[in-house]
């Protein structure tokens, strides 16, 4: 098989290579309910979400896209019933583990947001192992898993960072200033997203990127996550490629410096 070039794959989907975003989150909804439709256990809809996230991986990387973040699982999902929270931690074993040579091959960096304080030593392990390894063979895309993720506690821990600080005179108040905060969130090396999607209907952020999406573009789809094929990425990223990002100013100021 003969591999395409980034503009070919692109004017195969109809895409423009200008309009193209740095860095897409997604919030990967609808695992449960895809299962409960064919009357099977969640979990069956958590491990077909994981075919999605290979795909979509797949596709990001061909495209040239460079931050893809994907919304794993949340600060709130520890309640979720014992058995689908420890389904899941195997299904994120065997992601680390079966995943480690698509990464390497494909030169894309694995990262994670998050706390630490919950998972099992091992899987920690295996996280800081791919982490590692990945960032050592020149990366080409960075694709970051939000696990145990939650949007405040990331400020909650960001503001007590900063606050020690202060008060051991590292930093002075008048120092505190937009930089300095998003330098100490977990996405310090990665930049806001240009694009969110959420799938499933769900019209709502459920604690994610909060300060990161202040000027992000937002698509909402009904498609179940495990259901979300390329298609579905290539409507999404057509859609974005009509936004006009104006950033408070007004419609003739963008095109003014688009035309320079
Ligand atoms: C998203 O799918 C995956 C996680 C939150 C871990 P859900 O499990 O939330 O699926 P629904 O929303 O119940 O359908
Ligand atoms: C958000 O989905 C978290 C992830 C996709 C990992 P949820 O299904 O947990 O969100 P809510 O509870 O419906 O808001
Ligand atoms: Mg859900």
């Given amino acids: 098989m003969t591999s395409i070039t980034r503009q070919e794959f692109l004017v195969k989907h109809g895409l423009d290579e200008s309009r193209i975003p740095g860095h897409i989150a997604i919030i990967m909804d609808g695992n449960g309910r895809w299962a409960g439709k064919k009357l099977w256990n969640r979990l069956k809809g958590h491990y ?86 990945t960032a050592a063979n020149d990366p080409v895309m960075t694709l970051t898993l939000a696990l145990s993720y939650g949007s405040r506690p990331e400020i909650v821990e960001t503001v007590r960072k900063i606050s020690a600080m202060a008060v051991s005179g590292t930093v002075k108040i008048e120092e505190i200033d937009e930089s300095l905060i998003s330098s100490n969130l977990y996405t310090n ?24 999406i202040a000027y992000s573009e937002f ?27 104006r950033f408070g100013k007004t419609t003739e100021q963008i095109r003014k410096k688009e035309s320079k």
């Fill in 48 to 133: 077909e979400g994981a075919d999605s996230v290979d795909r979509i991986t797949s596709f990001c990387r061909k495209a040239g896209i460079k931050y893809l973040t994907l919304y794993a699982f949340s600060t709130e999902n520890w309640n979720r019933p014992g058995d689908e929270v420890s389904g899941l931690m195997n299904l994120l074993r065997e992601f680390l583990d079966k995943k480690r040579s698509a990464l390497l091959d494909n030169n894309i960096r694995f990262n994670t947001i998050g706390s630490n304080d919950r998972f099992p030593p091992d899987i920690l392990k295996k996280i800081e192992d791919l982490r590692r390894d």
């Fill in 219 to 245: 698509y909402f789809t009904d498609v179940l996550w495990p259901d979300f094929k390329e298609d579905d990425m290539v409507r999404a990223l057509k859609d974005y490629a009509g936004r006009e990002r």
């Fill in 189 to 212: 090396d990665i930049p806001d997203p240009d694009l969110i999607i959420r799938t499933s209907g769900e019209l709502r952020i459920s604690n994610f990127l909060l300060w990161q």
